[in-house]
């Protein structure tokens, strides 16, 4: 188990090196729609005017359940908005530290899954093959059910679903390949 744990730590570290690259590079303008100067600062002003009052939150825009609500929903323009009164530097030692955190709390999870079918499972093929078809489930549930639901956001969606299961599968491929028993060393049960 031991060894679960150190492939979890370089696990979670490969896993945190691909957010990197898809997140804190240029490329992670690909993701996101843009605005000229002039219209982003129009709507950061009206984002400060209208909803600090209701403070840090995810918003449906507009509010739906009531009939006036539904009514605007359906003729557009519609808005989830992921709002935080406060702001945050643009790069967060703090986030950046939580999120290594959640990468290797990730790459146990994988690892303790796999370590569990590892006496069933004992081809390093049929493993990676399980660690690449559990993240293509988990982001195709997740994660590219956002926009077929919101009726918004292909793009960012897409991208962010590559990133998690490029994330994902390398985490899970790391401990696979180095990190689970070899199958004689494995005991039967």
Do not use: C
């Amino acid at each position: 188990m031991v060894r679960i744990l150190i492939g979890s730590i370089l696990g979670g570290l490969a896993q945190f090196f691909v957010g990197f690259i898809f997140w804190g590079t240029p490329l992670a303008r690909l993701a996101f729609a843009s605005l000229g100067p002039a219209e982003s600062t129009a709507v950061q002003l009206a984002l400060a005017q209208n909803l600090t009052k209701s403070g840090t939150g995810t918003y449906a825009i507009p509010l739906t359940g009531t009939r006036e609500g539904d009514i605007l929903f359906a003729k557009g323009p519609v808005a989830t908005v992921h709002f935080n009164v406060e702001g945050f530097p643009l790069a967060d030692s703090g986030s950046l530290l939580a999120g290594l955190i959640f990468s290797i709390v990730t790459a146990l999870l994988i690892g303790i899954a796999l370590y569990g079918v590892a006496s069933r499972v004992t081809a390093l093929a049929d493993r990676m093959r399980l660690v690449v078809l559990f993240a293509a489930a988990s982001v195709l549930y997740f994660t590219l059910a956002q926009p077929v639901f919101n009726h918004f956001g292909w793009g960012y969606f897409v991208y962010l679903a590559i990133s998690e299961f490029i994330g994902f599968a390398v985490a899970g491929l790391v401990i696979a390949r180095w990190f689970l028993p070899r199958p004689a060393a494995m005991t039967v049960h």
